[in-house]
């Protein structure tokens, strides 16, 4: 039965180490074991279900593509990536499109069972039986149907032109010889070790201290892969200990160093530091749904203009990022760099509030029809960069009358609220794919679970715009729809943006063949060609 494991020696010989309080401590990376410092618990190993990065998960599940470190999407379980000049991508004249899949051959799931087109068809239909949770249905619920000639082909046809379709399947397919008829959501063998193509298969996950990782025998890729046999992911939520950890040796390896360790790290001979600008931003989220006064335009705008973002990224941050404007980074050919700015001026946010009906009351909180503007903000516990970062926003908020009490949570946990809407404002971020689609975040009928809308926002132009885009192939055409539509998030401003996000990750000098990622498909994504020199 999958998931269920007779503990090795050598799974053992790792759970003592972990269990004995430093008495016994790996001190340095092996192609025997790297242990990775990593800042959350995994809330399920079912990559369709997951609200966080998918970085352990994607080490055992493959998807039928990726993003590289350059952001071009290249295949991983196809055979090729379906185009309409190689024929793989068919308009139809009723204005639907048709996708063919060539599946690579000789894969197989980790019991040996051939991957099929089959899985791909079954993935489809699971999603879009509406019986389970997954994470978003963005793109599934536009499939009419999958067919499958062969056990190498799946041809995916779209009620409309999706431009998104390369990305489709970056998270890979579900095992029908092992789902089929169970409800995905109580699969609890899959959920927590799920079967996979992948270079490795979860030889354990101890919950609350870290999930065992070992190498898949008969990779596809070749005998040679991968090359490192075990990983160990140890969940160590707190910054400073998840580095005075890489410091000691008892972890090698820590993805997405808070920056306000990266000075400290610098000096570490051991460590190498690699950077690279990431696709995403680190934004607030404001439910309007949760909280009503967030609904008003005004409010939003004042929000924003209170908010002193230069300042941030000079001190807080160390100039490590830079402060954007919106969703779509610099990185992408679809980026607008003309859009409605907010500087910082207290002076403009007081006048917003005061236009919008809200006045100062005797506390310095503002207040209408006897409700103070006060909120919630959450963010994840243990990070201290948000830690402080939400911190200033609090005083800076005040300054306005506007009251925000800082809640911090779990990185785990934090992931269930967003998803249910229970929250009035978030400070996180969104790592996002190669692809420039924003449809997910801002159209009106993206909320959770069809999409990551948990803003709650809804306007009909923007959302028409956002449709326009996914429905358009001709990539200039596309881009230009989605400058548009970037003009109208920020006037509207539905989010506070903030900064970007430069992906630094502390790695060992000997690691060769890292290079980082900055989509979503983060830097674990070429896992299996990692290897560790000779010391």
Same mark, same amino acid.
């Given at each position: 039965?999958?998931?269920?494991?007779?503990?090795?020696?050598?799974?053992?010989?790792?759970?003592?180490?972990?269990?004995?309080?430093?008495? !016994?401590? %790996?001190?340095?990376?092996?192609?025997?074991?790297?242990?990775?410092?990593?800042?959350?618990?995994?809330?399920?190993?079912n990559?369709?279900?997951?609200h966080?990065?998918?970085?352990?998960?994607?080490?055992?599940?493959?998807? *039928?593509?990726?993003?590289?470190?350059?952001?071009?999407?290249? /295949?991983? @379980?196809?055979?090729?990536?379906?185009?309409?000049?190689?024929?793989?991508?068919?308009?139809?004249?009723?204005?639907?499109?048709?996708?063919?899949?060539?599946?690579?051959?000789?894969?197989?799931?980790?019991d040996?069972?051939?991957?099929?087109?089959?899985?791909?068809?079954?993935?489809?239909?699971?999603?879009n039986?509406?019986?389970?949770?997954?994470?978003? !249905?963005?793109?599934?619920?536009?499939?009419?149907?999958?067919?499958t &000639?062969?056990?190498?082909?799946?041809?995916?046809?779209?009620?409309?032109v999706?431009?998104?379709?390369?990305?489709?399947?970056?998270?890979?397919?579900?095992?029908?010889?092992?789902?089929?008829? %169970?409800? #995905?959501?109580?699969?609890?063998?899959?959920?927590?070790?799920?079967?996979?193509?992948?270079?490795?298969?979860v030889?354990?996950?101890?919950?609350?201290?870290?999930? *065992?990782?070992?190498?898949?025998?008969?990779?596809?890729?070749?005998?040679?892969? &991968?090359?490192?046999?075990? #990983?160990?992911?140890?969940?160590?939520?707190?910054?400073?200990?998840? #580095?005075?950890?890489?410091?000691?040796?008892?972890?090698?390896?820590?993805? @997405?160093?808070?920056?306000?360790?990266?000075?400290?790290?610098?000096?570490?001979?051991?460590?190498? *530091?690699? %950077?690279?600008?990431?696709?995403?931003y680190?934004?607030?989220?404001?439910?309007?749904?949760?909280? =009503?006064?967030? /609904?008003?335009?005004?409010?939003?705008?004042?929000l924003?203009?209170?908010?002193?973002?230069?300042?941030?990224?000079?001190?807080?941050?160390?100039?490590?990022? %830079?402060?954007?404007?919106?969703?779509?980074?610099?990185?992408?050919?679809?980026?607008?760099?003309?859009?409605?700015?907010?500087?910082?001026d207290?002076?403009k946010?007081?006048?917003? $509030?005061?236009?919008?009906?809200?006045?100062?009351?005797?506390?310095?909180?503002?207040?209408?029809?006897?409700?103070?503007?006060?909120?919630?903000?959450?963010?994840?516990?243990?990070?201290?960069?948000?830690?402080?970062?939400?911190?200033?926003?609090?005083?800076?908020?005040?300054? !306005?009358?506007?009251?925000?009490?800082?809640?911090?949570?779990?990185?785990?946990?934090?992931?269930g609220?967003?998803?249910?809407?229970?929250?009035?404002?978030?400070?996180?971020?969104?790592?996002q794919?190669?692809d420039?689609?924003?449809?997910?975040?801002?159209?009106?009928?993206?909320?959770?679970?069809?999409?990551?809308?948990?803003?709650?926002?809804?306007?009909?132009?923007?959302?028409? @715009?956002?449709?326009?885009?996914?429905?358009?192939?001709?990539?200039?055409?596309?881009?230009? $729809?989605?400058?548009?539509?970037?003009?109208?998030?920020?006037?509207? !401003?539905?989010? $506070? &943006?903030?900064?970007?996000?430069s992906? #630094?990750?502390?790695? =060992?000098?000997? $690691?060769?063949?890292?290079?980082?990622?900055?989509?979503?498909?983060?830097?674990?994504?070429?896992?299996?060609?990692?290897?560790?020199? =000779? &010391?």
């Amino acid at each position: 039965m999958i998931g269920t494991y007779r503990k090795s020696a050598r799974v053992l010989a790792v759970a003592c180490c972990l269990g004995c309080r430093g008495e !016994v401590k %790996q001190t340095g990376a092996s192609n025997d074991l790297l242990t990775v410092g990593y800042d959350r618990e995994p809330d399920t190993m079912n990559r369709y279900a997951t609200h966080i990065l998918e970085d352990i998960e994607s080490c055992v599940v493959e998807g *039928l593509v990726t993003n590289d470190e350059k952001m071009n999407v290249v /295949a991983v @379980l196809a055979a090729d990536i379906p185009t309409t000049t190689n024929g793989g991508v068919r308009m139809r004249a009723d204005g639907g499109m048709d996708v063919t899949w060539k599946l690579r051959p000789g894969v197989r799931w980790h019991d040996g069972v051939p991957h099929t087109s089959a899985d791909v068809k079954f993935t489809v239909d699971a999603i879009n039986k509406g019986d389970w949770k997954p994470e978003s !249905v963005d793109g599934f619920d536009r499939i009419t149907s999958v067919d499958t &000639p062969d056990s190498l082909t799946a041809v995916v046809h779209y009620r409309e032109v999706y431009a998104p379709y390369q990305q489709q399947f970056a998270r890979g397919t579900l095992p029908k010889h092992v789902l089929d008829g %169970q409800n #995905i959501d109580r699969a609890t063998a899959y959920n927590r070790a799920p079967l996979g193509t992948g270079p490795y298969k979860v030889a354990e996950w101890k919950t609350g201290e870290y999930i *065992l990782l070992e190498r898949s025998p008969n990779y596809w890729r070749g005998a040679e892969f &991968p090359k490192i046999k075990r #990983i160990l992911f140890r969940f160590l939520t707190n910054t400073t200990t998840r #580095i005075n950890q890489l410091k000691s040796g008892e972890v090698q390896l820590v993805a @997405l160093v808070p920056w306000d360790k990266v000075r400290e790290l610098r000096a570490i001979p051991s460590v190498r *530091l690699n %950077q690279v600008v990431g696709n995403g931003y680190e934004h607030v989220s404001l439910n309007e749904k949760h909280f =009503p006064p967030f /609904a008003d335009v005004r409010v939003r705008r004042a929000l924003a203009h209170a908010i002193d973002r230069e300042l941030l990224v000079r001190t807080i941050l160390d100039g490590l990022v %830079q402060v954007v404007n919106g969703p779509i980074q610099p990185l992408s050919p679809a980026y607008e760099p003309n859009v409605t700015t907010y500087a910082f001026d207290p002076v403009k946010s007081r006048r917003l $509030l005061d236009d919008a009906g809200w006045t100062v009351g005797a506390d310095g909180v503002r207040t209408k029809d006897g409700h103070r503007l006060s909120f919630t903000l959450i963010t994840q516990a243990g990070f201290a960069i948000r830690e402080t970062v939400s911190q200033t926003l609090q005083r800076q908020w005040r300054d !306005v009358g506007v009251e925000a009490n800082v809640r911090l949570v779990d990185g785990t946990s934090i992931s269930g609220l967003w998803f249910a809407g229970d929250f009035d404002g978030m400070l996180h971020w969104w790592q996002q794919g190669a692809d420039p689609e924003i449809t997910l975040f801002f159209a009106a009928d993206r909320t959770p679970p069809a999409g990551r809308n948990i803003n709650f926002f809804t306007d009909d132009t923007l959302t028409a @715009l956002l449709y326009a885009s996914d429905r358009t192939v001709d990539i200039p055409a596309r881009n230009a $729809l989605l400058r548009t539509a970037q003009r109208r998030v920020a006037d509207l !401003v539905p989010e $506070l &943006p903030l900064y970007n996000t430069s992906k #630094i990750d502390a790695v =060992p000098v000997r $690691l060769r063949n890292f290079t980082g990622n900055p989509t979503n498909a983060g830097p674990f994504w070429n896992v299996y060609a990692w290897e560790l020199s =000779p &010391p």
